[in-house]
């Protein structure tokens, strides 16, 4: 995996490169390139916030999970849609306490809630009022029409005993309505984590779905939007044999257990290409090549 890249001088202007084509920053929906498995996660996150339920979101550094968050975002905004987003702030959590940071608690969780939905309420110090307090202002927010889902990003980095306690925010209710939709974004420890056997978190991994970005079956289309996007053309930056070679680049080596050969591991996902393609481009500029090769895409 390189490191992060950035197109050079000389390399936008062999090219006549504007913009960041490559780069893994979405800025609209429009930017967003949707295959059949990102339009599925997106449409999981869009649905679980309208309609309720749990939901986990899988997927591995640069693959798509702030994206698929800040889509959502936007296409509440432009539905205009009756849902509150509540987000804890999660900059310092680590699942165990640190130097670095501190598990994200219940209390916390409730906080966070209680400071979107109810701004001007004062959080009380008992754990018994704080959360009588919170359950008041969900079904006063629900019965003037809102909806409510918590986000909680980086959520592989959440303790056990917080991931127990989510039920019990799911559980939260009014008559038959439920007041709290939930969503966690992370990374591939977050499956190991909600493992069924572990009876720490069995009750909330049998309420919560789980889906998975994985990694991208055609990297040209993705290539080719993100171009289109930036008022450019494929073929003028790559040559017929670049997109094999980017292919074969990231599938990682294959693994051997018991003597059987297991597949190759993908690590097509947007920061991975777009960090590959910025530096075929620079070393093709470097060079004097007008196309990015599949020889310059080996060499990167």
Do not use: W
């Amino acid at each position: 995996m390189l490191r992060k890249q950035s197109l050079l001088p000389k390399t936008r202007q062999s090219f006549k490169i504007h913009g960041d084509p490559f780069g893994a920053e979405v800025r609209d929906a429009d930017d967003m390139y949707m295959d059949d498995n990102i339009r599925y996660v997106c449409e999981a996150v869009y649905l679980a916030a309208k309609h309720g339920g749990m939901l986990g979101v899988i997927g591995e550094s640069g693959s798509g999970k702030s994206t698929a968050r800040r889509y959502l975002h936007d296409r509440i905004k432009r539905e205009a849609l009756p849902v509150v987003i509540i987000e804890p702030y999660v900059i310092s959590m680590d699942d165990e306490k640190g130097l670095l940071g501190r598990p994200l608690r219940a209390d916390h969780i409730a906080e966070a809630i209680l400071n979107t939905i109810a701004p001007s309420s004062r959080v009380p110090r008992s754990p018994e009022a704080r959360f009588r307090t919170l359950h008041k202002a969900l079904k006063e927010s629900a019965r003037a029409g809102n909806r409510h889902v918590l986000i909680i990003e980086e959520a592989h980095d959440l303790h056990g005993k917080t991931l127990k306690q989510l039920k019990r925010f799911y559980e939260l209710e009014d008559g038959f309505n439920r007041l709290l939709s939930i969503i966690l974004f992370g990374q591939s420890e977050l499956r190991a984590k909600l493992d069924e056997t572990n009876s720490e978190v069995r009750e909330v991994v049998q309420r919560l779905e789980l889906v998975e970005l994985r990694p991208m079956n055609n990297p040209e289309g993705y290539i080719r939007h993100r171009l289109e996007r930036a008022g450019m053309k494929f073929e003028a930056v790559f040559a017929p044999d670049a997109m094999d070679a980017l292919r074969l680049k990231h599938a990682g080596p294959g693994a051997h257990e018991r003597g059987k050969a297991r597949e190759a591991v993908s690590l097509l996902y947007p920061l991975a290409v777009g960090n590959t393609l910025i530096a075929a481009c620079n070393l093709a500029a470097e060079i004097g090549m007008d196309k990015v090769t599949g020889d310059i895409i080996n060499r990167v």
